[in-house]
């Protein structure tokens, strides 16, 4: 399969092109520059050959293709029963957040993390207790570990009633490791705090790397925990919008069900459902194996440029997602201005590091073919020497 395919997306109402300046070339927002496995494009294709679009049900085939997929690729079989459908990943946090936390309750997250996950509190009058990730060296090359003295004490704090985790992790680039997730849980289970593992880049791993989902380290992690999935980053189907919340906990479940009806999130459209089941089946796998090579190829690509032309910029070790971080640390300027100015006079534009709560840093989407990728490297290289 080639990723080479360059697919014009100016004018068609898309985010990530239509929202900057013509001739600014987009590598910020995460969707990806490819068209989606031809499996999904022709089974939308068919639904939409009906001609009818009405309200939609859902049918047991979801349920149980949400299942088959993750047993067979994760080593994880949720129950079909467990599974609360919903538009995205962004509305599921914000029903997490008001399903279990009152006004004045706190949160727990590691920065730099998703923008939405400080919105997603923020906006149920809810209190960011933030533990931020720290940075270590590893082969020469830096990676965030997780501060778990800190997290232990916020954890204690009475108010602390959830916890976000960003598994994979964005922007952080970290698939985190069965023993790291474990004494996550461990913490959360004796402090009560209810754990919500973001899993919607879990399709996204480099060579040599296993993505664990929080859920199938041990039954009480499966009882305690919420999950959120969805096939939209790794099959590019965003704007089909399809999601899932995945909780075992009936009395857990309960309360986010109302949330989720509280919030009228409660309907998918036709086309994310049907995108969603050709999405896992054996075509989509094998599509998506091959993205992942091209993900990691692309990865190798910013390193090397990184590593030859902008040695005074540590490029943070990738593990999953198709997003890398950049430390910007080196030029004396808030990391909005480096993002405002690149897109000023190099025309590429990143997401700055301040909007995942730790400025000086900049997100690359590397999410998009080579010729693509060699255009936008030559940008941000020549905008960082410059501003440096």
Not at 223 to 237: E, G, R, W
Not at 284 to 308: D, F, P, S, T
């Amino acid at each position: 399969m080639s990723f080479d395919k360059i697919v014009p997306r100016r004018g068609t109402n898309c985010v990530k092109w239509d929202l900057v300046p013509e001739g600014v070339l987009p590598m910020w927002v995460a969707d990806m520059d490819f068209e989606t496995a031809p499996c999904i494009q022709e089974a939308v294709r068919k639904r939409a050959e009906h001609g009818v679009f009405g309200y939609t049900a859902v049918p047991e085939s979801y349920y149980k293709s949400v299942c088959d997929w993750f047993a067979l690729h994760h080593g994880w079989r949720p129950d079909p029963s467990w599974i609360i459908y919903c538009p995205g990943i962004v509305p599921a946090l914000s029903a997490c957040v008001s399903a279990f936390t009152e006004p004045g309750d706190n949160v727990l997250i590691m920065s730099p993390v998703y923008n939405c996950f400080f919105s997603s509190v923020r906006n149920w009058r809810c209190n960011v207790q933030d533990v931020p990730l720290v940075s270590v060296m590893q082969d020469g090359r830096p990676r965030y570990e997780i501060d778990f003295d800190a997290l232990e004490r916020a954890a204690s704090d009475p108010h602390t009633m959830l916890m976000l985790i960003c598994s994979p992790h964005n922007p952080a680039g970290r698939v985190w490791s069965r023993e790291e997730l474990e004494r996550v849980g461990r913490i959360c289970l004796k402090h009560g705090v209810i754990p919500v593992s973001d899993e919607i880049h879990c399709e996204f791993t480099m060579p040599g790397v296993e993505f664990v989902p929080f859920a199938s380290i041990c039954p009480e992690f499966e009882d305690a925990c919420v999950t959120l999935n969805s096939p939209s980053k790794a099959f590019n189907i965003a704007g089909l919008q399809i999601s899932n919340i995945i909780c075992k906990n009936p009395a857990l479940r309960d309360c986010l069900v109302k949330a989720v009806n509280v919030n009228e999130i409660c309907d998918v459209n036709p086309f994310g459902v049907v995108a969603l089941q050709a999405a896992y089946t054996p075509e989509g796998y094998e599509w998506l194996k091959a993205l992942n090579g091209q993900i990691a190829a692309n990865y190798k690509r910013l390193a090397e440029v990184v590593a030859e032309r902008l040695p005074e910029f540590p490029l943070y070790i990738l593990e999953g997602t198709y997003l890398a971080w950049l430390d910007c640390r080196a030029i004396a300027l808030p990391s909005l201005e480096i993002e405002r100015s690149l897109v000023d006079v190099e025309k590429v534009r990143i997401n700055n590091g301040s909007m995942y709560g730790t400025d000086g840093f900049i997100r690359i989407n590397l999410a998009c073919p080579p010729a693509m990728l060699e255009d936008g490297l030559e940008r941000i290289v020549k905008g960082l020497r410059r501003l440096l």
